[in-house]
């Protein structure tokens, strides 16, 4: 996984661990783990992980005194709290300690892989002005996507599409051929913190299926159990 973000989850639930390792691994990231916290603090020196999943709660030093260490001896390595421990000066105290979420238990997998994702967003460093810009216009297949001018077409007819429909779409032709979880897609397009149901995925996918499809056969395929990808359509399927 050369390349792939580098989580170092610490946990002293086997279960706990085995799932966050197979949950994150599927969303494309790379996972240590670790369960206790003098473990931790050496593979957050040893490993340089880009995020920790820590567990408030381990055997030999709190998760609270892990993230103390690691700020007191210059490590800026973001944190995401995992803990029991629900209590309002619970939060406030590991937030004070220098983490940067906190997620208690038990948990959904999709929201916490969201709340991943965009402490990562928040704290990864800006793009450099020399990398190259993304091209102005997105195309996969007969589709073509202006983000400046928000014109979408399908075989040379312009598509209508509201506001939310557009980024939906454009985050699947940034995306083509790659299998997106609903966590994933609201995480894109409406944040972690949406206050819906991961259900308004469906609805919008159907909506953009809809329009895309009197133009053309179905691009956005459904990958059961997991999510829905762009792909090209099978050899001589119809509308």
Request: proline share 8%; hydrophobic share 40%.
């Amino acid at each position: 996984m050369a390349g792939a973000p580098r989580v170092l989850v610490v946990d002293d639930e086997p279960n706990i661990v085995d799932l966050l390792r197979m949950a994150l691994r599927f969303h494309g990231f790379d996972v240590l783990t670790a369960a206790t916290g003098r473990a931790a603090l050496e593979l957050a020196v040893q490993a340089r992980p880009e995020l920790m999943i820590l567990d408030v709660m381990l055997p030999d030093v709190d998760g609270f005194e892990v993230c103390r260490t690691l700020r007191a001896g210059g490590q800026s390595v973001p944190v995401v709290y995992l803990t029991a421990r629900d209590a309002h000066r619970d939060k406030i105290a590991g937030l004070t300690y220098g983490g940067d979420d906190y997620v208690t238990k038990p948990f959904a997998v999709d929201e916490l892989i969201a709340r991943v994702r965009a402490v990562l967003r928040r704290t990864s460093p800006p793009r450099l002005e020399s990398e190259p810009e993304p091209p102005a216009t997105l195309r996969f297949a007969d589709v073509e996507l202006d983000p400046d001018t928000h014109v979408v077409r399908r075989g040379g007819e312009p598509i209508e599409l509201s506001p939310t429909e557009f980024t939906l779409l454009r985050y699947f032709l940034t995306n083509p051929n790659r299998v997106l979880s609903r966590a994933q897609i609201l995480d894109a397009v409406w944040s972690y913190d949406f206050a819906g149901e991961p259900t308004v995925v469906d609805q919008y996918v159907s909506y953009l299926r809809r329009k895309l499809g009197r133009y053309g056969p179905s691009l956005i395929h459904t990958q059961r159990g997991f999510g829905y990808a762009l792909r090209r359509p099978a050899p001589g399927s119809g509308r």
